[in-house]
DNA sequence: GTGTCATCGTTCAAATTCGAACCACGTGTC
DNA sequence: GACACGTGGTTCGAATTTGAACGATGACAC
């Protein structure tokens, strides 16, 4: 291994302060949607992702991926949502292997109910608490970063 | 409740990358620290924090405070990290009720074994994606950020 | 068609996470 | 000192998360 180059003071501190506010973000946001919704910021999203594709719905490994979560948590989370009646799970028609997830209508009505607070929220903890050239170059950077890393999916391994 | 104020496109935008950003940078931070160390990153960040504090080691509650975890969370990975002779615990002098966190000599051998993998990883996925101006532009960011949360610590409740 | 290999989603066990309840102890008042 | 009240950490149980293993197809070559 080439020797190490640390991170110099303005690297070091953009990434602590993206550890730190990570942390406060999402604490607090799913704090936000527990208690007012009884929902965890993971079933907000799916939710959010379902809602999106309509009634075509999406397929488990496309919910997966646009979500960043392993398969195997999201089985996990969309039996929860389909047990609550707020998402539905059939069998793909062109894969016997697939399955395709829906929102459900009362699905939507939860999800409905429960963005105001949310988009809230996400105001008061992140967006609201920087000005409009801070947004859109936090956006800018972000966006680039996140445009590389889908380049090189796995190639980080 | 007021009407709600939707986020406008560019407001989105920045709070999907933030989302999906965080999402990549965490889960490939995470498995390389336990595919190379067999450390999490909530254990990493302890040995960091315990490491910067020295002899004097720190409080529980200020390490749960500077870490922004629950405190249960905190006193199970300090446990583990005891039990792996990473970290000892002891009463705190001036309050009985006190428990101090100290890093053992060995605690600082992994944690510095275990750095330059670690702020590699990092480097790939996040800080190396960026060019100097997007970098310091997301420090200043989530600096503000950052500092307005922790002004209203708990105010955002 | 048959074999081989990647893919789809689930299942599994183990580890981790969280808030709420809890006990022991400081702190301040009288 | 006795009291009420806030704090510091741990304990508790329930929910969630994870990668690895698994069974059942697709896809593709021969």
Same mark, same amino acid.
């Given at each position: 291994?080439?020797?190490? $180059? ?7 501190a ?12 999402? %604490?607090?946001?799913?704090? &936000?949607?527990?208690?007012d ?23 488990? *490994? ?6 960043? *979560?392993?398969?195997?948590?999201? *089985?996990? &989370?969309? !039996?929860?949502?389909? &047990? ?8 793909? #028609?062109?894969?016997?292997r !697939? ?23 996400? $105001? ?6 920087? #000005?409009?050239? &801070?947004?859109?170059?936090?956006? #800018?950077?972000? !966006?680039t970063?996140?445009? %590389?890393?889908?380049?090189g *999916?796995?190639?980080?391994?």
């Amino acid at each position: 291994m080439a020797k190490t $180059r640390w991170l110099d003071e303005q690297e070091m501190a953009a990434w602590i302060a993206f550890l730190e506010v990570s942390h406060r973000v999402f %604490r607090s946001v799913e704090a &936000q949607l527990k208690e007012d919704e009884g929902l965890s910021h993971a079933q907000y999203e799916i939710l959010v992702k379902l809602s999106a594709a309509g009634e075509a719905g999406l397929r488990m *490994t496309v919910l997966a991926d646009s979500l960043i *979560t392993p398969k195997s948590g999201l *089985t996990y &989370q969309v !039996g929860r949502l389909e &047990q609550s009646g707020l998402v539905t799970r059939t069998a793909c #028609d062109s894969d016997v292997r !697939g399955v395709t997830a829906r929102i459900t209508p009362r699905g939507l009505d939860v999800l409905r109910a429960a963005a105001p607070g949310h988009v809230a929220r996400v $105001r008061e903890v992140l967006i609201d608490l920087m #000005d409009r050239p &801070q947004l859109l170059a936090l956006a #800018d950077a972000l !966006g680039t970063v996140n445009g %590389r890393l889908r380049e090189g *999916t796995g190639g980080t391994a």
